[in-house]
């Protein structure tokens, strides 16, 4: 395993990507049934993982690809 894995932060794009669409969180916690708090931690970059059925879920419904949600920066970054 490479010594530098883990070491990049994944960046939430969530608040972008609603703003970009006109929709609440609330509105997409209903469309996605997911709860406001988890949407919430991932929206402010807190989360630690996401499921893949969440991850398709939100992609859905924002109608964009992972790579739009999320970004990985370097530890350099």
């Given amino acids: ?3 530098d894995l883990g ?3 994944v960046i939430c794009h969530l608040d972008a990507l609603l703003t970009q669409r006109e929709m609440t969180l609330t509105e ?3 469309a996605v049934g997911v ?3 988890n ?3 991932l ?3 807190r989360a630690k993982a ?3 059925s969440t991850l398709v879920a939100l992609c859905t419904a924002l109608d ?3 790579g739009d949600l999320f970004t990985v920066t370097s530890a350099q970054d």
């Fill in 1 to 3: 395993m490479p010594a």
């Fill in 7 to 9: 070491e990049g932060r």
């Fill in 28 to 30: 997409l916690s209903a």
């Fill in 35 to 37: 709860s406001l708090a």
């Fill in 39 to 41: 949407l919430s931690v």
């Fill in 43 to 45: 929206k402010n970059n």
């Fill in 50 to 52: 996401i499921r893949y």
């Fill in 64 to 66: 964009c690809q992972p």
